[in-house]
């Protein structure tokens, strides 16, 4: 199985709204990230799970709350967004250590009200 | 300043045209090279990578890119497009004890039969 599965697929929410965006993979990958990607930009990263712990957050806004609760699953929660939120959500994962090859999800595609 | 470069922004081709899109990166030491494609409402998928060893390497769909560490650069080739590779390229890069995936700002190709 070399799939990474993120649900919803579609997502709509009001500024008040508390949402989560989930991701699983059962590649046995010890590393899982978070990407926001606007339309016609790169993937850009938001935070890294290594052996499900936290070890990169590239200044995301706490609005946006990760959560790693096994080696398999990814949450990120979603809180008082902003319009400007409204994006791809991407979920990837990798083995750890240094050939970083990242399975990609298909992603959540969020609009925020 | 951006750490990974695609020059081309969008290219336009016909069928069984050839085509090279360039990627450089500013990075020293070792790095791990990655092209991504996204056809137009999915997700990355990987085409190519090269970690070590021959720098010309082949990927699927006819893709080829050939790393040339004293150009700092990782070009894609494929000798002859069909309509279908129509899609968003991109170029990452990886750099060897960095968890981070650093990704160029993409080149839209659009094939035309």
């Known amino acids: 199985d070399t799939e990474v599965t993120q649900t919803p697929k579609h997502l709509v929410m009001g500024m008040t709204n508390k949402k989560s965006l989930k991701c699983e993979q059962h590649?046995?990958?010890?590393?899982m990230y978070w990407y926001k990607q606007k339309a016609k930009k790169p993937p850009e990263l938001m935070f890294v799970y290594s052996y499900e712990k936290l070890s990169i957050n590239e200044s995301v806004p706490s609005r946006f709350s990760p959560e790693c609760p096994n080696s398999s699953l990814l949450n990120l929660h979603l809180h008082a967004l902003q319009p400007e939120d409204s994006a791809l959500y991407l979920c990837?994962?990798?083995?750890?250590?240094?050939?970083?090859?990242?399975?990609f999800g298909p992603g959540t595609r969020l609009t925020v009200l | 300043a951006q750490s990974v470069s695609q020059h081309n922004h969008h290219v336009i081709l016909s069928e069984a045209a050839s085509l090279e899109l360039g990627c450089n990166y500013s990075?020293?030491?070792?790095?791990?090279l990655f092209w991504y494609v996204q056809y137009p409402g999915q997700h990355l998928q990987l085409l190519l990578k090269y970690f070590s060893g021959d720098p010309l390497v082949k990927g699927i769909k006819g893709f080829e890119a050939e790393f040339i560490k004293s150009k700092f650069s990782f070009n894609l080739r494929k000798p002859s497009v069909q309509w279908s590779d129509t899609a968003e390229y991109f170029c990452a890069v990886h750099r060897t004890g960095f968890q981070k995936l650093v990704f160029g700002t993409g080149t839209r190709l659009l094939v035309s039969p």
């Open positions: 590649m046995g990958h010890r590393a």
């Open positions: 990837a994962s990798s083995r750890q250590g240094d050939y970083n090859e990242q399975f």
């Open positions: 990075y020293g030491g070792t790095v791990n």
